[in-house]
């Protein structure tokens, strides 16, 4: 069975500091996907990024960054000088949908509550 | 282009009522699913539907059941509602079923059972 534990429950930075948000994930497939969300006070979930379990290489999108390590099960989301409008509920979440269909239902952890002060 | 859309944005009900609730995917995406979301906890997969099947289900009693129409929209029914039931409930649409399908969720319906 497939399982994403965000240990981190709520996280209060000021504003321009760094924050890393953690994410554990198991799995018995070889091939999955991983995935994060954002979710501001509106509730809507807004996609972030997705990586394949092929792919290690981390990856920057402008203040966001991503550390995916398979050795340790972990998918570690950093915001580099962090702002105000960062402040909303992040999950993380896993996929084993392989790629000739059958459903790729996601399974996602409990998610983190950043707020970012000034 | 307009994202997932979902209706009502909000509902209330009382024990032991049904309750429907609708979606409408992103353009160009054929499968949706829908999800719960309990206060303060991560969305909890409830069902996917894709060519008008249901494909995939989690763990969630037959109270639950859905559907999905030719133009891809879709609906989740739930009966007998009790207290436990009060919830977000969060459609996601993608363009197919497979794992490098990324899920785009609408703004979700938030139902409340007295």
Not at chain 1, 20 to 39: A, G
Not at chain 1, 46 to 65: A, K
Not at chain 2, 9 to 32: A, E, M, Y
Not at chain 2, 95 to 101: C, F, N, S, V
Request: proline share 4%; aromatic share 12%.
């Amino acid at each position: 069975a497939q399982k994403v534990t965000q240990a981190q429950t709520e996280i209060s930075v000021v504003e321009k500091e760094d924050v890393t948000l953690d994410c554990v994930y198991e799995t018995r497939d070889t091939t999955y996907y991983l995935f994060w969300y954002k979710q501001p006070p509106s509730g809507e979930l807004v996609f972030l990024i997705r990586r394949n379990s092929f792919d290690e290489q981390n990856e920057i999108s402008g203040r966001y960054s991503w550390n995916f390590q398979k050795s340790t099960s972990s998918f570690n989301f950093t915001i580099t000088a962090s702002q105000v409008v960062d402040s909303a509920v992040y999950f993380c979440a896993l996929s084993e949908g392989g790629l000739t269909g059958g459903g790729n239902k996601l399974t996602f952890g409990t998610g983190t509550q950043l707020k970012v002060e000034l | 282009d307009a994202g997932v859309t979902q209706s009502p944005t909000h509902l209330i009900k009382t024990r032991g009522q049904q309750v429907t609730l609708r979606c409408s995917p992103k353009s160009g995406h054929d499968t949706v699913s829908w999800y719960q979301q309990a206060l303060g906890q991560g969305p909890q997969f409830i069902f996917q539907y894709y060519e008008e099947e249901e494909r995939q289900r989690g763990n969630f009693p037959d109270r639950f059941s859905g559907h999905q129409f030719p133009n891809y929209s879709s609906e989740l029914n739930v009966n007998a509602l009790w207290l436990g039931d009060s919830a977000l409930y969060l459609c996601a649409s993608s363009p197919g079923g497979r794992g490098t399908d990324t899920q785009y969720f609408g703004p979700g319906t938030r139902l409340t059972v007295l």
